[in-house]
């Protein structure tokens, strides 16, 4: 006669506990927008989410301390004349991130260490040129201030395999293929690189 074995849960008394009201981000109008994206970054310092904005995209960024109800006043980043698709923070300096557009442009903004106090309209850098709008936006894992822009996700199932697509593509990609539109750094003398895609 055989007796079944039943596996006892290393993890069954394991019980998460719900995090406290002040310790969330609460009333933030999230875009509607029907695009493929996570409509938020983070990084050490803050946290990024695309926000409802009439009249062209917004984003907010927030410091990772500020929680709580977050005031319907708090200033964006608005300078899209389109909805934003997608944002992404460099990953060699926590305050430079990147905004991609239905408008068919590429932002780089700088946000000041304490976050804003005032609504953000001037990016450092505006990258044009390409003729569709720009959907997922990847910055170089290793080389400085270099930002790679695709239209769309390469795949329609999984935004994540998509992601990592478009990362590795960073490998396969030949240097003819790509143009780059310089600016000064907004922290030192060297320069600002953005690599747009001629075929995007």
């Not at 450092?124 to 709008?133: A, F, I, M, N, Q």
């Amino acid at each position: 006669m055989s007796r079944k074995v039943v596996r006892s849960s290393k993890f069954r008394h394991v019980f998460g506990q719900a995090v406290k009201a002040d310790q969330c981000y609460d009333d933030i109008r999230i875009s509607q927008n029907t695009w493929d994206s996570t409509f938020c970054s983070v990084n050490p310092k803050f946290v990024a989410m695309i926000v409802e904005a009439s009249g062209g995209g917004a984003f907010m960024v927030l410091p990772l301390n500020k929680t709580g109800r977050i005031d319907m006043s708090q200033p964006t980043v608005c300078g899209h004349k389109g909805p934003i698709l997608d944002i992404e923070w460099c990953p060699h300096n926590d305050n430079i991130i990147a905004s991609g557009s239905e408008d068919c442009s590429v932002m780089i903004w700088e946000i000041p260490d304490g976050g804003l106090t005032t609504p953000l309209r001037e990016p450092v850098v505006k990258l044009e040129g390409h003729s569709k709008r720009v959907g997922i936006l990847s910055w170089h894992p290793t080389a400085r201030n270099v930002l790679m822009t695709t239209r769309r996700p390469t795949c329609t199932t999984c935004l994540c395999t998509a992601a990592r697509r478009v990362r590795r593509a960073w490998a396969t990609c030949p240097r003819g293929a790509w143009r780059s539109t310089s600016a000064r750094s907004p922290d030192s003398t060297s320069s600002m690189s953005g690599s747009v895609s001629p075929s995007s």
